[in-house]
Structures are given as C-alpha cells and as structure tokens.
C-alpha cells in the first residue's frame, strides 16, 4: 500500500444496496456509471442496470438480448425507486416511468492468460 488510493467521486457509493433506492455506482469491469438496487421484496435481486432511459422500441431490443428492464420511479419528493418491470406492470398499459434495461457490459470478463506475466495495474 502505497497510501495513494484514488478517492471515488463524491457521488459515487460504493456500499451494498439495502433496498430498492438505486444508487448510482461504476461497473466493476467496463467503469461505466449502472444503477444499482435491490429489486422486489421477496428474493430481492441485485440489480445493475444502465442509467440511460429507454423508448420502447430500446426496452424491446434489450428484452430480445436477455436483459430484464425496470421502471425508475422518480418522485419530486421520494427518493427513486427501482422496480422489476413484471409481465403485470407491462400489460397494464402504458407507465410513466423511466425505462432502464440490465447493465450491458461492454466489457468482457478477463480471459484467463495462464501464460502472460501479470502486468502492473497501471490504471491506478
Ligand atoms: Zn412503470
Ligand atoms: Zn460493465
């Protein structure tokens, strides 16, 4: 330890969800902003979504890639709330919430390189 830890930014929180509030975080792999939450009350899932908001014909093309879409409930005086865009909740017309789909990751997970030196994390 060098004692240069890079501090995050501000808005960034790093703790565990506790519930469905979406916290902003960056993606472990790719560092892009997701959304973070657990969703649903029973089993809650933990969530990593995409910030972006999506019309619908994005929501479908997500759903098609196998990634689960949620309603950001956003309220001027409640903090937002992340929920599971259930079969229900679709059929029963058209919300007003915000879109979001699971977080796409642009990034792969690491191959393993059994073979390669380890490199520096230069990164930091
Ligand atoms: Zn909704
Ligand atoms: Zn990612």
Not at 2 to 14: E, F, I
Not at 39 to 55: F, I
Not at 56 to 84: D, F, K, M, N
Request: overall charge positive.
């Amino acid at each position: 330890m060098t004692g240069a830890k890079r501090k995050p930014p501000p808005w960034l929180d790093t703790s565990l969800p506790h519930n469905d509030r979406p916290r902003t975080q960056l993606c472990p792999r790719c560092r892009q902003p997701i959304l973070r939450a657990l969703v649903g009350h029973v089993a809650a899932l933990d969530v990593r979504a995409d910030p972006q908001p999506l019309d619908t014909r994005q929501e479908l093309a997500a759903r098609l890639q196998g990634r689960s879409t949620y309603c950001l409930r956003v309220h001027p005086h409640l903090p937002p709330r992340l929920i599971h865009r259930g079969p229900e909740h679709i059929r029963a017309g058209h919300c007003r919430h915000l879109v979001v789909a699971d977080h796409h990751c642009t990034r792969k997970p690491a191959p393993a390189k059994p073979c390669a030196a380890p490199e520096p994390d230069r990164l930091f």
